[in-house]
């Protein structure tokens, strides 16, 4: 089968190659991928920013059709509509897979960056990271479950109430997913972006997002300081990684307010203002991908129509048309993209 492989590493390096198909062992099972979504981590590791165990196939988001299982499955059959989580080992041992905490073991090895992934027609899984598709959402929809469940985990380590107000700085998919997940716990949500994401700030008003922002042509701490009489917003969801905005996220929060940094910064040492976390009591939380607990909800919100993720998908490619999917996402014409395999 043809496989989208990040070859070694340094930028580039991403070539089609053909590989044996996959066979599953215990506890495992066989699935072919009909759609696989290019993550912002999937354009990292092209560009040679982020690190993963090459030779892999790439692809971490995806859904499909269940093809074999292996000894030891009995919850999943041939013919079931699935996702997957990211992970495919974990050493099963430590205080944190023993909470459930997958996303923080040590030993972690995820599909896609260690594990060959979605970039191609078939891949195996385990068997206990795998999720049926409810009615209601189709394959498209499910292979953008990870990125959602990534921000389903983000939101539920916040506090947040009916009629606060959230900022969410950045207007990409993850923020995108961030403001909708948010709005559904009841929040009345600000979105930010510069004006090179007009196609992005654009989408966010077709989806509902209460205020949409651009902060080069209007003053968004007006816009908070008119929604909450002066006091400031309740939560700041920061997720482009950009400095700048994380410096404006801690301006734009009420004291006691909550910010969650989602957003993964080129440096990861930047410069933080401390001073006012101090002075405003601000509660500071940092997210790291998604754990079990967030796929059920997220499909769910999917499903229910809490969430558009359809409507977010602005193109779709084969996996022998990387380049044109690269130059959509980098030149901003793309939201989400999707990409499907080849024979």
């Known amino acids: 089968m043809k496989a989208l492989v990040k070859r070694e590493q340094g930028f580039g390096n991403l070539e089609i190659q053909e590989k044996p198909e996959p066979q599953v062992g215990k506890d495992q099972v066989k699935i072919k991928v009909n759609y696989a979504g290019i993550c912002g981590s999937d354009i990292h590791t092209y560009e040679g920013h982020y690190k993963v165990a090459v030779p892999v196939t790439l692809g971490h988001e995806f859904a499909g059709e269940v093809v074999d299982v292996g000894e030891g499955v009995t919850e999943f059959k041939p013919g079931d509509r699935v996702t ?85 700085m950045g207007p990409g998919p993850i923020g995108l997913f961030t403001a909708q997940v948010a709005k559904s716990r009841g929040a009345k949500v600000i979105i930010t972006g510069l004006t090179n994401d007009q196609v992005r700030l654009d989408k966010a008003e077709e989806l509902g997002i209460d205020n949409v922002v651009n902060i080069q042509k209007q003053d968004v701490k007006e816009v908070v300081n008119s929604l909450t009489n002066g006091y400031g917003a309740d939560v700041v969801f920061e997720c482009s990684g950009a400095i700048p905005a994380a ?17 993964i910064f080129p440096a990861s040492e930047i410069q933080f203002d401390m001073e006012k976390v101090i002075q405003k009591e601000i509660r500071v939380v940092g997210s790291r991908s998604q754990k079990p607990a967030d796929w059920e909800p997220s499909l769910e919100l999917i499903n229910n129509g809490s969430v558009n993720a359809n409507d977010m998908i602005t193109h779709e490619f084969d996996i022998t048309q990387w380049d044109e999917a690269y130059k959509a996402i980098k030149d901003g014409d793309a939201i989400k993209v999707l990409l499907t395999p080849v024979d």
């Open 84 to 168: 997957s989580e990211t992970t495919f080992y974990i050493c099963g041992e430590c205080e944190y897979c023993q909470s459930g905490d997958y996303n923080l073991c040590n030993h972690r090895k995820g599909l896609g960056t260690q594990q060959d992934g979605g970039f191609a027609k078939y891949l195996v899984a385990r068997k206990e990271s795998l999720h049926h598709l409810p009615e209601n959402v189709s394959y498209q929809d499910a292979a953008m479950t990870e990125p959602l469940a990534c921000t389903h985990h983000a939101v539920y380590k916040t506090d947040i109430n009916e009629g606060d107000i959230v900022v969410v």
């Open 247 to 263: 410096k404006q996220g801690l301006d734009l929060l009420r004291k006691t307010g909550q910010y969650a940094q989602v957003g």
